[in-house]
T-cell receptor
Framework: DSGVTQTPKHLITATGQRVTLRCSPR?????VYWYQQSLDQGLQFLIQ???????AKGNILERFSAQQFPDLHSELNLSSLELGDSALYFC??????????FGSGTRLTVV | DQQVKQNSPSLSVQEGRISILNCDYT??????FLWYKKYPAEGPTFLIS?????DKNEDGRFTVFLNKSAKHLSLHIVPSQPGDSAVYFC???????????FGTGTSLTVIP
């Protein structure tokens, strides 16, 4: 157990729908990072939050949004889903620059 | 634009031999590099890191080498064990950024 909790583990939904992925960072970590891993792709950075505020944005589509709540958990909202959004979505947290601690991911399948 | 590249999608090695996983990067501002290991149905786990002020970092059976002039790093695993079979990602960052850039991963299979 890495200490980073992601729910749900699996999600199957139809095109056009909206889903919310949830992440609780490791205790004491203020930063949350969201990454997407598509087939044959590396981990693509989506967005970072630090203590409730957006800190950095990567290749995140306008249909996607995220937030971090006062208790530091974060949610990634994906809307108007397309088949190409099917991927593994990872959340990571860290205290220092030394590296991330990843959750076990949410596998999203859009049918 | 993939700033970190792992050109070998897969690698098979006999148990006890050396595994060498390679990674290339394009951004000369990158100054911190990490390797992650990922088992199926799990998130990536941190394995080893290296700062650009060094050219080698060793941790047990794992050694990372950095060649800044070639913008190349490699991970050596000696001796390889079946439990090392996993996908290995390299990642890089600069001190001006808040994110790590990941390669596409190399799937290592260690054959008993």
């Amino acid at each position: 157990d890495s200490g980073v909790t992601q729910t749900p583990k699996h999600l199957i939904t139809a095109t056009g729908q909206r889903v919310t992925l949830r992440c609780s960072p490791r205790s004491g970590d203020l930063s949350v990072y969201w990454y997407q891993q598509s087939l044959d792709q590396g981990l693509q950075f989506l967005i970072q939050y630090y203590n409730g505020e957006e800190r950095a944005k990567g290749n995140i589509l306008e249909r996607f949004s995220a937030q971090q709540f006062p208790d530091l958990h974060s949610e990634l909202n994906l809307s108007s889903l397309e088949l190409g959004d099917s991927a593994l979505y990872f959340c990571a947290s860290s205290v220092v620059r030394g590296g991330y601690t990843f959750g076990s991911g949410t596998r999203l399948t859009v049918v | 634009d993939q700033q970190v590249k792992q050109n070998s999608p897969s690698l098979s090695v006999q148990e006890g031999r050396i595994s060498i996983l390679n990674c290339d990067y394009t951004n000369s501002m990158f100054d911190y590099f990490l390797w992650y290991k990922k088992y199926p149905a799990e998130g990536p786990t941190f394995l080893i890191s290296i700062s650009s002020i060094k050219d080698k970092n060793e941790d047990g059976r794992f050694t990372v080498f950095l060649n800044k002039s070639a913008k190349h790093l490699s991970l050596h695993i000696v001796p390889s064990q079946p439990g090392d079979s996993a996908v290995y990602f390299c990642a890089a960052s600069s001190n001006t950024g808040n994110q790590f850039y990941f390669g596409t991963g190399t799937s290592l299979t260690v054959i008993p």
